[in-house]
């Protein structure tokens, strides 16, 4: 890592730059990115989700948040890169730390096609945009992949979502509108792929106007039938289909005011449209709200896949106990890998929705811990055992955290465990009015671990995609403030916890889904569906912490559970699921 940030700096002193600013994103502002755009891994060798790199001639640091503290300083030690803490009160980002270093004359270099307009922006002084900065450092630089493409069917048609979308434009008096964001064009043309790992996207581009729909996509390598019948059905629709590289060439094909998103548009092409004079009308892309409001037929897929998911999550726990019981020795990679077997014979299964946590004992504390394929650690007694894991099905996706004991635990296990369930139950329990943010309800969750002096790092939940993105905006659950409303038909996760740095972590984790709960003089009134099944282990509960309306949704939760998975399973592990739900 040291010599790769050399290799940098060498090139930072022929050009002038004072500093380089990396992001972990790609074109497309994606959460995650392909193998290719992983270039702060490449460069520091952290591999957490968010995180973004400053490189100066004296100094480096790893922007990235509580999620990834524990594991930053462990995958940083020894590269002489230093890690900078955000959403921490005293927290200096990026924008500010390069302010105090060069004031308003620093000389800045982005990778502007892995950047953000809206973040390049912020950034003092004299932006330079530099495409594939990284290239000539990074020989071995993996390909844009290009995976088979296929159609789903949500319950509305590409036709139907277009001229909504038109009639959108009309209003702002915009003649097109610009789409980069992966799960946005998914959403939008109804199509799905794996060109990204664990998210079922296409790498293109969008450009849609009221005449004409412009995709600019890989297809070159792609022969399969299966993509060959989607282009097809595209091209007989209307959709032209164009070369990914060509977006190169728009700013000189359009006609007329655009609609662009900043926070998902790169800099690179923002700035090309703006230096050829594309007249732009900036805001929020409507498709973000309007895919997060899920319709009847991607709530019932969703239901149904929680079942499916349920049946895989039990058999899973089952054979946990079991192994551990008849003192077979596994590992965490061992547990992961028989998860991931059991959810691949469910029918519809397309993948994993993230790569699963798998964390015994000290794994436990790092939220985001990544199970280690070879050497991992024995899931030993004597400790608690977290996975967090989810699916994507061709009807819904899934995220589900599970924290179990395993043989004896001690008193402040138990007590950690029972208290951050009983947070995520009174999330559950929520009934609120309309027009609530998530941020408001967030204290819900956290207030029986503050009542103790406890916390935890990351928020409370986020929004899930349709067989789309197990993260999806703009809806959320945590402290910081967000504009968004929670409406009928959201899916969002209910996941607090708590980390005891080398010792253990507990996270209980459900998704949600936004209903009705009626009407009165008072006004409109929302709660919550818990579309998860799967038990909690009552056996690692301090009963004495919670209330008696806790302690009553944990049963009718339990019972539920039984009801709808025992019919499905073995007679041997519907029983011990029967064990399991027994009233409290």
Not at 59 to 83: K, N, S
Not at 290 to 302: H, L, S, Y
Request: glycine residues 8%; hydrophobic residues 40%.
């Amino acid at each position: 890592m040291a010599e790769r940030i050399e290799l940098l700096r060498t090139l930072m002193r022929a050009k002038g730059w004072d500093a380089v600013v990396v992001t972990g994103s790609d074109p497309h502002c994606s959460e995650y990115p392909a193998e290719r755009w992983k270039q702060v891994e490449w460069l520091s060798g952290f591999t957490g989700e968010a995180g973004d790199l400053v490189v100066t001639l004296d100094h480096a640091g790893l922007w990235t948040d509580p999620r990834y503290f524990i594991q930053a300083e462990q995958q940083l030690a020894g590269t002489g890169i230093d890690l900078h803490k955000t959403r921490v009160p005293d927290q200096v980002l990026i924008p500010e730390w390069l302010e105090r270093q060069f004031g308003a004359d620093g000389l800045i270099a982005v990778d502007g096609l892995c950047m953000g307009a809206d973040f390049a922006q912020s950034l003092p002084g004299t932006v330079i945009s530099v495409p594939d900065l990284l290239g000539p450092f990074w020989p071995e630089r993996p390909a844009i992949p290009q995976t088979p493409v296929f159609t789903v069917n949500p319950g509305e048609s590409r036709r139907e979502k277009l001229d909504w979308l038109r009639a959108f434009l009309r209003g702002r008096e915009c003649d097109g509108i610009l789409l980069t964001a992966l799960d946005e064009i998914a959403w939008l043309l109804n199509v799905r792929a794996s060109d990204i790992e664990y998210n079922p996207l296409v790498i293109s581009y969008l450009l849609v106007t009221q005449d004409d729909v412009c995709w600019y996509v890989l297809k070159d390598e792609v022969e399969d039938p299966e993509s060959k019948a989607t282009f097809s059905i595209l091209e007989s629709e209307g959709v032209r289909l164009l070369p990914y590289a060509d977006i190169d060439y728009l700013p000189s094909e359009l006609h007329g005011r655009l609609f662009v998103d900043a926070a998902t548009l790169n800099y690179q092409l923002y700035t090309n449209l703006i230096t050829a004079g594309v007249p732009l009308e900036e805001g929020t892309s409507p498709i973000r709200l309007r895919k997060a409001v899920k319709n009847a037929t991607e709530v019932a897929g969703m239901r149904d896949v929680h079942v499916q998911d349920g049946l895989a999550m039990e058999r899973f726990l089952y054979w946990l106990e079991r192994s551990v019981d008849a003192g077979r020795e596994i590992t965490e990679w061992d547990a992961a890998v028989k998860l991931g077997q059991l959810r691949a014979d469910l029918p519809g299964y397309r993948g994993d929705s993230f790569e699963t946590i798998s964390a015994w004992g000290p794994g436990a504390a790092l939220p985001h811990y990544i199970t280690p394929h070879a050497y991992a650690p024995v899931i030993r007694e004597g400790g608690l055992y977290l996975c967090d894991s989810g699916g994507q099905y061709d009807r819904g996706t899934t995220d589900i955290t599970r924290t179990v004991p395993v043989g004896r635990i001690s008193a402040l296990e138990r007590e950690d465990y029972t208290l951050v369930l009983k947070g995520h139950i009174d999330l559950a329990m929520a009934v609120f009015p309309e027009g609530t943010h998530g941020c408001r309800l967030d204290a819900l969750a956290r207030e029986p671990l503050w009542r103790s002096k406890r916390n935890f790092g990351h928020g409370t939940g986020h929004g899930v995609g349709w067989f789309l993105g197990v993260h999806e905006g703009p809806l959320d659950v945590r402290q910081n403030l967000n504009p968004t409303v929670l409406q009928p038909g959201m899916i969002l996760s209910d996941e607090p916890g708590i980390y005891r740095e080398g010792r253990h972590g507990v996270r209980h984790e459900n998704l949600l889904l936004v209903v009705e709960a009626g009407q009165n003089d008072f006004g409109r009134w929302l709660a919550f569906e818990t579309l998860t099944l799967c038990h909690f282990e009552t056996d690692a509960l301090e009963l004495s912490l919670l209330d008696r309306s806790e302690i009553e949704w944990l049963n009718a939760y339990h019972e539920r559970v039984y009801r709808t998975l025992s019919p499905q399973l073995p007679r041997e592990i519907a029983d011990w699921l029967r064990e399991k739900t027994r009233a409290v």
